[in-house]
């Protein structure tokens, strides 16, 4: 059971960026998924989160319209689009499944058991 992040990078600010994460070795269409993000000294923070069909998105409110979290069953991945990037977007990103619902989109943390390796995202002025 596992998770691969990737499409982290150095971008300028206003910029774009879309991350990728996999999961391989397990059912992936029944989860939620959740992308979140940790910058250096603070606390790993919720970014967005997606039910199992897609159907129910939330993001936190620093990234609304800005990010669009999305997924693709068929091949076990979930996207983070960013645009419009910001300094303050800087931080390493992970992703992560939550197996308790197919529905709810949590936001706090714990409650997501399978996490990726985080990918480095970050945003020059």
């Known amino acids: 059971v596992q998770l691969q992040a990737s499409g982290g990078g150095l971008v300028q600010a206003g910029g774009s960026l879309r991350l990728s994460c996999t999961g391989s070795?397990?059912?992936?269409?029944?989860?939620?998924m959740g992308w979140f993000r940790q910058a250096p000294g603070k606390e790993r923070e919720f970014v967005a989160g997606i039910s199992w069909n897609g159907s129910n998105t939330i993001y936190e409110d620093s990234v609304k319209g800005r990010f669009t979290i999305s997924r693709d069953n068929a091949k076990n991945t979930v996207y983070l689009q960013m645009n419009s990037l910001k300094p303050e977007d800087t931080a390493v990103y992970y992703c992560?499944?939550?197996?308790?619902?197919?529905?709810?989109?949590?936001?706090?943390?714990?409650?997501?058991?399978?996490w990726g390796q985080g990918t480095l995202v970050t945003v020059s002025s």
């Open positions: 992560a499944a939550d197996d308790s619902y197919r529905n709810l989109v949590r936001v706090h943390r714990y409650a997501y058991e399978v």
């Open positions: 070795g397990r059912t992936f269409s029944n989860s939620v």
